[in-house]
């Protein structure tokens, strides 16, 4: 079974500039999930959502960050201005069903 | 709100050595607890994780027993191996399975051969 896929796997762009950051869950996993990780800290949650609907976005700030998942299955996570605290590593995992989270390995961001 | 505490790190150990990494937690209701575990490169993997009081999760050598009276989920092994060498978070979650977990800071472990 394929794991969860994220790329790019590394990120370097310059303050100011928009990123992407795209997801793909695992086949069949109804919830996604895009966490923030921190130098040196556990993972924040950012977004899950529920197939296509956005069920708790209380920590995504968005005055910059988007996201959005098309058809229930990827997902895309975007900043529109990055700015230098934004440098961290973004996660994305699903899950089926309330069951265990599986992880994607993250794409790691860093502004200049 | 929820919070997990996790010891500080990194943790350095022999091969063999005896390994506890501290975990406690504060949470308004009644959370099911995780360990999760990052090798370099990789995701973050389940490990273990126990749902109510008493339970002890088990996985791989690893296990952790639910303590409510002591808000604590300490993960212990016996016997350290250099393929233990990762990042150990604990994280809770109050909602059924595990959709909203909360993690801690992360324990960075070296074991030395």
């Known amino acids: 079974e394929a794991g969860v896929v994220q790329s790019p796997r590394y990120k370097i762009i310059e303050k100011k500039q928009p990123v992407a950051f795209w997801c793909n869950p695992i086949?069949?996993?109804?919830?996604l999930y895009w966490y923030l990780q921190n130098l040196g800290q556990g993972p924040e949650l950012l977004i899950r959502y529920e197939n296509e609907e956005a069920v708790d976005d209380s920590q995504l700030p968005k005055d910059r960050f988007s996201a959005e998942r098309l058809k229930g299955v990827d997902s895309t996570l975007k900043i529109q201005p990055a700015e230098l605290g934004d440098s961290a590593v973004y996660l994305c995992a699903s899950s089926y069903r309330n069951k265990e989270q599986y992880f994607g390995p993250g794409t790691r961001l860093t502004v200049t | 709100g929820d919070s997990v505490t996790q010891m500080e790190g990194p943790v350095t150990l022999s091969e063999e050595a005896f390994l506890t990494i501290n975990c406690t937690y504060t949470?308004?209701?009644?959370?099911?607890l995780f360990w999760y575990v990052q090798y370099p490169g990789e995701g973050l993997q389940l490990l273990l994780k126990?749902?109510?009081?008493?339970d002890k999760g088990s996985n791989k050598g690893f296990e952790a027993t639910y303590r409510k009276e002591t808000t604590s989920f300490h993960l212990e092994k016996g016997s350290v191996q250099v393929s233990d060498s990762a990042v150990y978070f604990c994280?809770?979650?109050?909602?059924?399975?595990?959709?909203?977990?909360?993690f801690g800071q992360g324990t960075r472990l070296t074991i030395n051969p």
């Open positions: 949470a308004t209701g009644y959370p099911s």
């Open positions: 994280a809770l979650s109050l909602i059924q399975g595990a959709q909203k977990l909360v």
């Open positions: 126990a749902t109510k009081a008493d």
């Open positions: 086949s069949g996993h109804n919830t």
